[in-house]
């Protein structure tokens, strides 16, 4: 059995509410609970976080690195265009990332076309919606088991 985390950053939390027309209209509950039953079924755990503070989001990469994870899926939402914490902490934990994003930011504003975590990650989802959660899991699932 593997243990796994989610983190979700800034207004992740308005999930189904914000922007439905690009982010959906699951709530961020609906995707943490089909995560977590998920995991559950291939066998492992799934914690999930969600901040709007950049220090709590650090704070709790740097916690991860104490829990022997076998990985991490993180939306880090607009932090990932310009947080180079978030990266100095996931590269510290030692712990493989795999990065979402709801949207395909390619698509969109330039300002959304680099993040500074997809170098660093052992992969990056964009714009599969909601159900990119899924797909991100599921292939920490299978890097996990190799």
Do not use: W
Request: aromatic share 6%.
């Amino acid at each position: 059995m593997a243990r796994f985390l989610l983190i979700n950053g800034p207004n992740l939390n308005l999930l189904g509410k914000r922007e439905p027309e690009i982010y959906g209209s699951t709530t961020l509950g609906e995707v943490e609970a089909s995560l977590i039953e998920q995991a559950a079924r291939h066998g492992h755990t799934l914690d999930c976080f969600q901040s709007n503070a950049e220090y709590e989001l650090v704070e709790r990469i740097q916690q991860a690195s104490e829990e022997r994870l076998a990985g991490i899926v993180i939306n880090p939402a607009a932090l990932g265009h310009s947080s180079i914490a978030l990266r100095d902490a996931l590269l510290a934990t030692g712990v493989p990332f795999i990065e979402i994003h709801i949207s395909n930011i390619f698509a969109r504003e330039t300002f959304r076309h680099h993040t500074y975590l997809s170098d660093v990650a052992s992969g990056v989802i964009v714009g599969f919606g909601v159900r990119g959660y899924e797909l991100a899991l599921s292939a920490a699932i299978e890097n996990a088991s190799q």
